[in-house]
Each structure stands twice: as structure tokens, then as C-alpha cells.
């Protein structure tokens, strides 16, 4: 079975600072998905970035980049300049690449962010 | 193009009641999927369903919960009995078919007294 693991519980980052929130994850697969969702206090779940497995390029949108080792099993996640709207609780996400299988999510970190 | 829609957003529940919670998936969404949300954890996992087929439930509890997503409206999840440990945020999310990425939407939290 797949794991995912977030091994922060909280973070904390100054205003228009970098952070990088970490996650593993456990697998036998070679192609799958994995995720990072944020979820701010309005609890709805937005999708922040994607990253195929078969890809080595490392995926970024805007402010957000992840860092993908595929042999390490690590997918971290890169806040940069950040912002008091980046608070909130960020999941990781891992999905086997088969249409419709389920996201197996980590634990989630809390990212506080200091003005 | 309407996002995901959940109602109710909040219900309230006496012990033993039914709750029955409503998903709408995004325009041309064929795939929908459940996840509970326990509170300071993650999602799980629940169910999957394509119309009128529940594809993969083994996230679901033996007893007490069902899904369905009907040819015409919206996808039910359904509890049963409910007791005090079924307090949680439930959220929907779809996809299209052979989409990768699940959208959701913005939960239903269920109180039982």
C-alpha cells in the first residue's frame, strides 16, 4: 500500500520569506501522480502543483516549486516570497497513474506566516 | 464553469439519525470520489464512482455508509445510524474521464450530538 508522510507538523516562514515543506512518500510504482493541496481556513482543498512521475523536470507555478526525487521518494514543496495568503495547511498527494485512483494524502503541515 | 458543489456546507445530527450529503461534479466530470477529513488529519479516501457505478469502495465502512451517483443528479453519500465518530469533513472531488487531477469542493461538516 501507498504511504505518504509529512514529517512537519508546523512551519513557520517571515513575510516574503522562502519555505520548503517536505513530504515522502512510499511506492512500488513506477508512474504515478503526486500533489500538494492547500487547504487554507475556509477548509476548501486547492490545487497548488502537480508533478508526473515520469517527468524529471521539477514543476513551478509562480511562487511554488516543487523538488522531485523520484530514487529518494521526496517531493518537497517551495514557498518562495511569501505571502500572509499563503497560510494555511498544505497535504501532500500521491495518485497511481490509472484514471481514477484514489489521492493518498500525508498528515499535512501548518504553514504560519509572520508579517 | 462551476466549480464542485457540496451541500449542505454544515448538518447537524442526533445520534442514531441518517445525514445525507450531496456532491455536484464540475461540468463534463464523469468520475467522482469521497474523502473524510477527520479533525488535525489528512483526507482519506473513501469511494469512487462513475454514473451508476461505484468503482472502488474500499475505503468505505462495512456498515452504516453508501454512495451513489445516479444517472441524472447529483452523488449521495449516505450514513446511516450516525454516532458521535462520524463527526468530520466530508469532501467530494471529480474529475473527467481519464483526467489525472481531482477538483474539489468546499466539503460538508457533519456534527452528531
Known amino acids: 500500500a501507498q504511504t505518504v508522510t509529512q514529517s512537519q507538523p508546523e512551519m513557520s516562514v517571515q513575510e516574503a520569506e522562502t519555505v520548503t515543506l517536505s513530504c515522502t512518500y512510499d511506492?512500488?510504482?513506477?508512474?504515478?501522480?503526486l500533489f500538494w493541496y492547500k487547504q487554507p481556513p475556509s477548509r476548501q482543498m486547492i490545487l497548488v502543483i502537480r508533478q508526473e512521475a515520469y517527468k524529471q523536470q521539477n514543476a513551478t507555478e509562480n511562487r511554488f516549486s516543487v523538488n522531485f526525487q523520484k530514487a529518494a521518494k521526496s517531493f518537497s514543496l517551495k514557498i518562495s516570497d511569501s505571502q500572509l495568503g499563503d497560510a494555511a495547511m498544505y497535504f501532500c498527494?500521491?495518485?497511481?497513474?490509472?484514471?481514477?485512483?484514489?489521492?493518498?494524502f500525508g498528515g499535512g503541515t501548518r504553514l504560519m506566516v509572520k508579517p | 464553469n462551476a466549480g464542485v458543489m457540496q451541500n449542505p456546507r454544515h448538518l447537524v445530527r442526533r445520534r442514531g439519525q441518517e445525514a445525507r450529503l450531496r456532491c455536484s461534479p464540475m461540468k463534463g466530470h464523469s468520475h467522482v470520489y469521497w474523502y473524510r477529513q477527520l479533525p488535525e488529519e489528512g483526507l482519506k479516501f473513501m469511494v469512487y464512482?462513475?454514473?451508476?457505478?461505484?468503482?472502488?469502495e474500499s475505503g468505505m465502512p462495512k456498515e452504516r455508509f453508501s454512495a451513489e451517483f445516479p444517472k441524472e443528479g447529483p452523488s449521495i453519500l449516505r450514513i446511516q445510524q450516525v454516532v458521535r465518530g462520524d463527526s468530520a469533513a466530508y469532501f467530494c472531488a471529480s474529475s473527467p474521464l481519464g483526467g489525472d487531477t481531482q477538483y474539489f469542493g468546499p466539503g460538508t461538516r457533519l456534527t452528531v450530538l
Open positions: 511506492t512500488s510504482e513506477s508512474d504515478y501522480y
Open positions: 498527494a500521491y495518485r497511481r497513474n490509472n484514471a481514477g485512483n484514489m489521492l493518498t
Open positions: 464512482l462513475q454514473k451508476e457505478n461505484i468503482i472502488d
